[in-house]
């Protein structure tokens, strides 16, 4: 079956713009999480979703990245007024469920650049 | 803000070597789990280790957890050139059961297997 994709794989922006990042999880799956990757550095946790209704969003790093899933199903990651630290790979992963211990799935990453 | 360190964070071997990664962590968890990423995009789940386990094998990989010192390792034994990757290690926070899985990610070591 199809694993998680994301949409785009690459998006090169200017300083100050707004981007739309998508993630399309596995079937079935209630549970879905947002990651970025700097360079060199591990993923780190932005926001998840269990069902339509976002769960833990204390990784969001301040109010110009927003997240939806209104269907309980793909989810949208907005950045707004873009800033060159904005740059990394932005990783969706879904499980059946939030419970701990569940395997997280993981996309190969939208690579967002900000010029 | 990142879980703990990993150590090395570079590793080069001849292929037939094994390859230890060792991971350290800062608060009590749930569980530790292991994951695989090539070339910076999507990771792949290698192998999880509950709090109560000391040892888990799968296939080449062997995983030891320590919690009294907080720390795990990840061993690959005969490697080959195909295991050229970065490892991360990740763990859950242990507030309570159901916290929402989300995890919490080392610095990663990368692993260099020469042919």
């Known amino acids: 079956g199809a694993g998680v994709s994301q949409t785009p794989s690459n998006k090169v922006t200017e300083k100050g713009k707004y981007v739309e990042l998508r993630c399309d999880p596995i079937s079935g799956h209630t549970a879905l999480y947002w990651y970025r990757q700097s360079l060199g550095q591990g993923p780190e946790f932005l926001i998840y979703f269990q069902g339509t209704g976002a769960a833990d969003d204390s990784g969001l790093p301040n109010d110009r990245f927003f997240a939806v899933r209104p269907e309980g199903s793909v989810s949208t990651l907005k950045i707004q007024r873009t800033e060159r630290g904005d740059s990394a790979v932005y990783l969706c992963?879904?499980?059946?469920?939030?419970?701990?211990?569940?395997?997280?799935?993981f996309g190969p990453g939208t690579r967002l650049t900000v010029l | 803000s990142q879980q703990g360190e990993e150590d090395p964070q570079a590793l080069s071997i001849q292929e037939g070597e094994n390859a230890t990664m060792n991971c350290s962590y800062k608060?009590?968890?749930?569980?530790l789990q292991w994951y695989r990423q090539n070339s910076g995009r999507g990771l792949v789940h290698l192998i999880l280790i509950r709090s109560n386990e000391r040892e888990k094998h799968s296939g080449r990989l062997r995983v030891t957890l320590d919690t009294s010192k907080k720390s795990s390792s990840l061993l690959i034994t005969a490697s080959r050139a195909a295991d050229t990757a970065s490892y991360f290690c990740a763990t859950d926070a242990l507030l309570s059961y159901n916290q929402g899985g989300k995890l919490i990610f080392g610095q990663g070591t990368e692993l260099s297997v020469k042919p």
């Open positions: 608060t009590s968890i749930n569980n």
């Open positions: 992963a879904s499980s059946l469920s939030s419970a701990v211990g569940n395997e997280q799935f």
